[in-house]
């Protein structure tokens, strides 16, 4: 079974530009998470989606946004990039909102904005 | 909100000799905690996970210990592998169930 897929696997932006990642959560997964992770430090909540609908967010501007498409895909989009937005991002997903259950990672997007 | 800490930063074993990775969490109302693992390039890997109802669970070589009077979380490596070699992560499920909270991590070094 294919795990959790990330793309672009690396992206390069310039300052000010606006950005689009997609996930695809494993099969039978309605929970989608995204992090974003700077080098040597834990990955950071951004959000979470189930069913479509905000479920949960982290302490990000509002120019991080994201949505869950029908299929449980989802996207995150950064708007007006900075410096400090350069980072690797990662989506996790689970069966179901809550409950205890396993939360898997993506390899992750490499994003460098210069 | 929530905090997770680790102790260690940066520990080195023998090959073959056992690991413990610990962890400190804040928030006594958490109770959901996993451990992952992260190699270099890649993103972070389920490992093991425990229930705050449990002190104990086990996996094929790992061991995890919750101590919640200390709000203490430690992973057991038995006879680590070069391949253990990564940095480890605790994550904590915050009180509203819909986040997890990571501490900095520790890079784990085998020795041959």
């Known amino acids: 079974d294919a795990g959790v897929t990330q793309s672009p696997t690396h992206l390069i932006k310039t300052r000010g530009q606006h950005v689009t990642l997609r996930c695809s959560p494993i099969?039978?997964?309605?929970?989608v998470s995204w992090y974003q992770q700077v080098l040597g430090q834990g990955p950071q909540f951004i959000f979470q989606y189930y069913e479509k609908e905000e479920r949960g967010r982290g302490n990000f501007p509002d120019r991080f946004s994201a949505r869950q498409f029908p299929n449980y895909s989802s996207e995150l989009n950064v708007n007006a990039l900075l410096l400090g937005d350069s980072a690797l991002y990662l989506c996790a997903s689970s069966k179901g909102l809550a409950g205890g259950d396993e939360q898997y990672f993506g390899p992750g997007t490499r994003l460098t904005v210069t | 909100g929530e905090s997770v800490g680790l102790h260690l930063p940066t520990l080195s074993v023998q090959e073959g000799d056992n690991s413990i990775i610990n962890c400190a969490y804040s928030n006594s109302a958490s109770d959901y905690f996993i451990w992952y693992k992260q190699e270099s390039g890649k993103g972070p890997q389920f490992i093991i996970d425990?229930?705050?109802?449990?002190d104990k669970r086990q996996g094929q070589r790992v061991t995890v210990l919750l101590n919640k009077t200390v709000k203490h979380l430690s992973l057991q490596i038995a006879a680590t592998q070069p391949g253990d070699s990564a940095v480890y992560f605790c994550?904590?499920?915050?009180?509203?169930?819909?986040?997890?909270?990571f501490g900095s991590g520790t890079k784990l070094n085998v020795k041959p």
């Open positions: 425990i229930r705050s109802n449990m």
């Open positions: 099969s039978g997964h309605k929970s």
């Open positions: 994550a904590e499920r915050g009180y509203n169930f819909n986040k997890f909270y």
